[in-house]
């Protein structure tokens, strides 16, 4: 049975500055981590923090640094998703277009108005502009300077970033975001917080330290958006999708509960203001010493969240058995082990539709706080018919599917506010660097290594999303 979702729900879709605008020196931006991410092999090796340059390398391809062109084409990608009917479009403000070096005696204003133009194009239209604060991409004289998020100091610098942008878009923004997949940082360091490891380094350490300066950054920033903005909301951001056991034996059971509160871990400071107890006990039995200032406690537990975003792609499976555990899924960022019922994407990520419920009632569960799915979506190869049409039904049957199991999770109570799927139009990947993998309803003509004119064309999957808009899903 197709539900019909709640008036006032938002329906939409999610980008980021670092996928999307290109431009990336343009109008006095300063360099970010992500303009120092080629593709290929090396990508993955940058972004856990094993990085040989702070400079871009002469005659590597840095598919950022162009993306999609978006600061340029802005107004034609809104009217196309005003187009599909959106009422909301997550985006992402880039640190370094307002602080080009992120320590700046003061904003530039060029960056700054960008982003107005940007939110009056959306507001023109009625949609409502959600926005993230940090989306991967500290700049990096702050890794330079200061050693990026290890350092105490961008807990000051964050704080000030944010308190510009409140002041100058506070009539235009009303939905915040602090910082893009929060948990990402102990995976993925150089993307999440711009880590780069020396040597010999405890990395566990210096994650869990740049974790505590985000967190408080994060409720620094609450405060300050509740001050400046009373009438907003602001939230975290979880790269959610839960784990399952391989089997029922309770050593499973409680491996997966460990490791979905390696991620709750970072929400649950976020969302209930205190550092729970098994991470002060896996602290403790690490060896590890978070150094804290004396009001950081009072201010995380007074600035807690209004709303728990999340993005959903995947659920994962985990095990104690070595041989189970040698069949990992591929390509995603989570490790997880292969899930014998589920089919998996051609990247190899797992493709769970129910999951994706039971991801939605853990999270109401926990929290009791509104949920927003600020990320959703099928990454895939799309080819272009003869007569120019793409018919994506792979990516139609993977939302559908998702969209259904949201409606069941409203019906199960849980308190959804909105939805904006992944990269409504396509974008560079943050894994990959590719353009291959494609989310968007309109297909952007651009390859790998750049080529194309940049061209814009409607998918299938546009038509149906329209749809699905204007019946408030009933029309799956
Ligand atoms: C999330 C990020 O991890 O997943 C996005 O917030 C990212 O930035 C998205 O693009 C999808 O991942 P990918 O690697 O397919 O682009």
Request: negative net charge; aromatic residues 14%; charged residues 30%.
């Amino acid at each position: 049975m197709t539900r019909q979702f709640p008036d006032g729900f938002l329906w939409g879709g999610a980008i980021a500055a670092n996928q999307t605008e290109g431009a990336y020196l343009e109008d006095g931006k300063g360099l970010t981590i992500v303009d120092l991410l080629p593709t290929g092999e090396k990508r993955f090796e940058i972004m856990k923090g094993k990085v040989d340059s702070l400079t871009p390398v002469d005659g590597e391809y840095y598919p950022s640094h162009k993306a999609i062109d978006f600061y340029h084409r802005y107004q034609e990608d809104i009217a196309l998703f005003a187009e599909m009917g959106f009422q909301a479009l997550r985006v992402s403000i880039s640190w370094a277009r307002i602080f080009p070096n992120g320590d700046d005696e003061t904003p530039n204003e060029a960056g700054l108005k960008f982003y107005d133009n940007l939110f009056d194009e959306l507001r023109k239209y009625n949609i409502e502009p959600v926005v993230t604060i940090a989306h991967f991409d500290v700049p990096v004289h702050l890794i330079k300077e200061f050693g990026s998020w290890r350092n105490r100091k961008l807990v000051d610098l964050f704080e000030r970033y944010a308190k510009t942008i409140f002041k100058r878009y506070k009539d235009k923004v009303k939905y915040w975001m602090t910082f893009n997949e929060i948990n990402m940082l102990l995976h993925l360091p150089f993307v999440g917080a711009g880590l780069v490891f020396k040597e010999g380094e405890n990395e566990t350490q210096i994650k869990y330290q740049a974790a505590h300066h985000q967190l408080v950054a994060s409720a620094r920033a609450v405060k300050a958006c509740h001050e400046i903005i009373p009438d907003a909301m602001i939230g975290c951001m979880l790269a959610a999708g839960t784990t399952y056991p391989y089997t029922s034996n309770p050593d499973d059971v409680f491996k997966a509960m460990d490791r979905d509160r390696e991620s709750f871990f970072f929400i649950d400071v976020q969302a209930r203001g205190e550092y729970p107890g098994y991470a002060k006990r896996f602290f403790k039995e690490n060896n590890l010493t978070i150094d804290m200032e004396e009001d950081d406690e009072e201010l995380l537990k007074k600035h807690t969240v209004d709303y728990i975003g999340f993005s959903y792609y995947s659920s994962r499976a985990t095990s104690t058995d070595s041989e189970v555990l040698k069949n990992q899924t591929s390509g995603n960022v989570f490790d997880s082990v292969d899930n014998p019922y589920l089919k998996t994407s051609e990247w190899g990520w797992t493709i769970d539709p129910k999951g994706f419920r039971i991801t939605a009632n853990q999270l109401y569960d926990r929290y009791q706080k509104p949920l927003f799915v600020v990320e959703n979506g099928l990454g895939a190869v799309d080819e272009i018919n003869a007569d120019g049409t793409i018919d994506d039904d792979y990516r139609i049957d993977y939302l559908r599917k998702h969209i259904a199991e949201m409606s069941e999770a409203i019906e199960d109570g849980v308190d959804i506010i909105g939805y904006t799927s992944w990269g409504p139009i396509d974008i560079v990947s943050a894994s990959t660097g590719e353009m291959k993998k494609r989310y968007g309803y309109i297909y952007v003509d651009r390859d790998n290594e750049g080529n194309g004119s940049l061209k814009r064309r409607k998918k299938k999957s546009f038509y149906w999303y329209k749809k699905v808009i204007e019946t408030k899903g009933i029309n799956l």
